[in-house]
């Protein structure tokens, strides 16, 4: 690969995922603030919910920041956002007073892509694979995929913690990894430039990607608040689903992946990986907490509702159940 252009590919992206997403400012409604992981499929409900003006008619405008799980966490616990659809599994077990309120995806959307000479996981002996952190299901993937097939993280491979999609796939680009785990999206972004899937996650665990977190605080304090963030994203997952074309429109053009592959992710979102009710399944719930407990070396027993409080979605599901996106 011309090392020039990758550089300047790796530039774009960065600057690309970088910026924030803002709907235009409007003085009389005011400022929500999510943050997101990054700018792929995980956040597309919230995209579409924008885009498509669900939040504004909830009486808000809002702005998508990307940025890295550990901070999403310390910028929601310090209240510098309003919620946060980052992954907050491991920080409730460790005491951080969150809930997850909302669930995206009811499958993993991640693959493991790798360089060309790498043609099956055995071959990353030795190797590097980039996550976001350890603290992420990213690093839950990788690690049931290292495990089956013999390796060890730290041991056989070592994992570089890269944040957000832009910048593990600037990693791959680069040779600084020689394989990162990727979203669907972001793996029809790399096969082009010579890279390859060498394994699908759904194969090693079951999980969920994507979700809706907020402070123990404001769901106890302010319920109805909540209630608008859900309505919001609820309709936005629901546009996705049933508004193809221009579901793949909006996504092709903000994470600026070409229509056909935004056109493939769509078709995976839309077979059952996209949860049209915002909910996950219980025994998802409790694999996803327990794959969770084992990498961050938590030995107590974590419940169900001590990281998940889905009784709001429920509630939305019941308003919204005739609601049809146009």
Not at 157 to 185: C, E
Not at 262 to 267: C, E, I, K, N
Request: proline residues 4%.
């Amino acid at each position: 690969m011309n090392c020039r252009l990758s550089l300047a590919f790796a530039t774009f992206i960065g600057a690309v995922m970088s910026a924030r997403i803002v709907t235009p400012a409007t003085a009389e409604l005011p400022r929500l603030r999510i943050s997101i992981p990054g700018i792929g499929t995980t956040s597309y409900p919230l995209i579409m919910a924008q885009k498509k003006g669900y939040f504004r008619a909830e009486g808000y405008d809002v702005e998508l920041i990307p940025m890295s799980g550990g901070l999403a966490v310390k910028t929601l616990m310090a209240g510098e956002v309003n919620l946060t659809s980052a992954g907050t599994l491991v920080a409730t077990m460790q005491g951080a007073k969150l809930r997850m309120v909302m669930g995206f995806l009811r499958q993993l959307p991640y693959d493991l892509v790798a360089a060309p000479e790498i043609k099956r996981i055995e071959d990353l002996r030795g190797k590097k694979i980039g996550v976001a952190d350890r603290a992420s299901v990213t690093f839950m993937v990788a690690r049931a995929m290292l495990h089956g097939h013999g390796l060890e993280v730290d041991k056989d491979v070592t994992v570089l913690a890269l944040g957000r999609p832009d910048v593990r796939y600037q990693a791959l680009l680069m040779g600084t990894a020689q394989a990162v785990i990727a979203n669907v999206d972001g793996t029809g972004m790399l096969e082009p430039k010579g890279f390859h899937s060498v394994a699908a996650a759904g194969k090693y665990t079951k999980g969920f990607a994507g979700s809706i977190s907020v402070t123990q605080d404001l769901l106890e304090k302010r319920p109805d608040e909540v209630m608008k963030y859900l309505r919001a994203a609820l309709k936005g997952t629901r546009a996705y689903l049933a508004l193809r074309d221009e579901a793949i429109k909006i996504t092709s053009q903000w994470t600026k992946i070409t229509p056909a592959v935004a056109a493939r992710v769509h078709d995976y979102l839309s077979s059952g990986a996209l949860a049209p009710d915002g909910l996950v399944d219980r025994d998802v719930m409790e694999v996803a907490i327990n794959d969770a407990r084992d990498g961050a070396g938590i030995k107590r027993a974590v419940k169900n509702d001590e990281i998940y409080d889905f009784r709001s979605m429920q509630r939305v599901n019941e308003e919204l159940q005739g609601w049809r996106p146009q």
